[in-house]
T-cell receptor, first 111, second 111 residues
Framework: EAGVTQSPTHLIKTRGQQVTLRCSPI?????VYWYQQALGLGLQFLLW???????NRGNFPPRFSGRQFPNYSSELNVNALELEDSALYLC??????????FGEGSWLTVV | AQRVTQPEKLLSVFKGAPVELKCNYS??????LFWYVQYSRQRLQLLLR??SRESIKGFTADLNKGETSFHLKKPFAQEEDSAMYYC?????????????FGTGTRLLVSP
């Protein structure tokens, strides 16, 4: 089966711009998680979507937002980009036995 | 608040030496615990879950409820074990609302 796919894989944005990252979960998975992995830091929980609804969010400002579509794919939007937003953004979906499957991530560089 | 601590950022051992990657958690409920691993140039993936009492690639992890720990162990480290390891406890009754990961421990196994 195809794994979790994310796009784009790499992108460079300027401070103040907006970015949209995309994620397609494994077929049949309804829960999608977003994490930020900044250099030297661990995985920081951003958002959790399930059945099209935002179920929980981490300690991030409101300029981090997202949504989940009827086909369970998801978008992460970050507005007013700041330099410290530079990180690897990981998407994951949850399968049987509560196993989390990760995508390869989107590398965002803010200059 | 739920919290997970991996006290070592880097653990360096020689091939054949025993390995123990520490993980401590603070939860008020009954957690389900996972270890995830990220090998170089690969995506983050599940290594093992405590509920299965399994041994994967020679690694085991015992849940110690008294000490609230879930340390990952391997009696004889191999060079291919070099990777980033993340502990991830979560509460079963929260429905995986916020799957929290530790900050990770980088294991380096030298020949």
């Amino acid at each position: 089966e195809a794994g979790v796919t994310q796009s784009p894989t790499h992108l460079i944005k300027t401070r103040g711009q907006q970015v949209t990252l995309r994620c397609s979960p494994i077929s049949g998975h309804t829960s999608v998680y977003w994490y930020q992995q900044a250099l030297g830091l661990g995985l920081q929980f951003l958002l959790w979507y399930d059945e099209g609804e935002e179920r929980n969010r981490g300690n991030f400002p409101p300029r981090f937002s997202g949504r989940q579509f009827p086909n369970y794919s998801s978008e992460l939007n970050v507005n007013a980009l700041e330099l410290e937003d530079s990180a690897l953004y990981l998407c994951a979906s949850r399968g049987k036995r509560n196993t989390i499957y990760f995508g390869e991530g989107s590398w965002l560089t803010v200059v | 608040a739920q919290r997970v601590t991996q006290p070592e950022k880097l653990l360096s051992v020689f091939k054949g030496a025993p390995v123990e990657l520490k993980c401590n958690y603070s939860y008020s409920g009954s957690p389900e615990l996972f270890w995830y691993v990220q090998y170089s140039r690969q995506r983050l993936q599940l290594l093992l879950r405590h509920i299965s009492r399994e041994s994967i690639k020679g690694f085991t992890a015992d849940l110690n409820k008294g000490e609230t720990s879930f340390h990952l162990k391997k009696p004889f480290a191999q060079e291919e074990d070099s990777a980033m390891y993340y502990c991830a406890p979560t509460l079963r009754n929260t429905g995986f609302q916020k799957l929290v990961f530790g900050t990770g421990t980088r294991l380096l196994v030298s020949p």
